[in-house]
């Protein structure tokens, strides 16, 4: 089974919107931390926003939020007041307590439309 | 400034050539990755390292060897087997989870794009 699902290949958003970014998970580990990643087109990737399992809040991170489900094993990224430097892929990612693997999606390209 | 030196940039490989893709980190992490992306696509695990002198195989090792002697570096050598080389690798590293409120994200270098002649 998938660790982490990304179901949307590909999204838009007119500038200044807000857009959310889907991401659910696979896991039997009571501790673990998700995380999200952007990646421009030049490659670099960039570490946006964490979760832990053990928050009880959602994390905020300037535009950056997560919706964080516990029990639909969900952790969602919402861009605030989209910009046209947000456009670019990202990935969703989740650590384990019991490794130090992490486990990616497949990523969502987002395009920011002006 | 602490981060992660991958080189070269871009490499091109000959036919039935061994290249050897560097990867630095002053981070003082113990734990190192070596994923491979392909183009639209996520990230693969090659190998992993959680301490100096061992690594294990992730997902698509076939093809490819590590080394890690010192903790600041892991290279990745592409041999003639990988038949199919043509990729970006981008390396990482991380602390060890050790605290279950730990908030370690891995940490990437800028990457290196790796074509046939």
């Known amino acids: 089974a998938q660790k982490i699902t990304q179901t949307q290949p590909g999204m838009f958003v007119q500038e200044k919107e807000a857009v959310t970014l889907d991401c659910t998970y696979d896991t039997s580990d009571p501790s673990y931390g998700l995380f999200w990643y952007k990646q421009p087109s030049s490659g670099e990737m960039i570490f946006l926003i964490y979760q832990g399992s053990y928050d009880q809040q959602n994390a905020t991170e300037g535009r950056y939020s997560l919706n964080f489900q516990k029990a639909r094993k969900s952790a969602n990224l919402v861009i605030s007041a989209s910009q046209l430097g947000d456009s670019a892929m990202y990935f969703c990612a989740m650590r384990e307590h019991t490794g130090n693997q992490f486990y990616f999606g497949t990523g969502t390209s987002l395009t920011v439309i002006p | 400034d602490g981060g992660i030196t991958q080189s070269p940039k871009y490499l091109f490989r000959k036919e039935g050539q061994n290249v050897t893709l560097s990867c630095e980190q002053n981070l003082n992490h113990d734990a190192m990755y070596w994923y491979r992306q392909d183009p639209g696509q996520g990230l693969r695990l090659i190998y992993y390292?959680?301490?100096?002198?061992?690594?294990q195989k992730g997902d698509i090792a076939e093809g490819y060897s590590v080394s890690r002697e010192k903790k600041e570096s892991f290279p990745l050598t592409v041999t003639s087997a990988q038949k199919n080389p043509t990729a970006f690798y981008l390396c990482?590293?991380?602390?060890?989870?050790?605290?279950?409120?730990?908030?370690?994200?891995?940490?990437f270098g800028d990457g290196t794009r790796l074509s046939i002649l």
């Open positions: 990482a590293s991380s602390t060890p989870d050790r605290f279950i409120r730990s908030n370690q994200p891995q940490h």
């Open positions: 390292s959680q301490i100096v002198n061992d690594f």
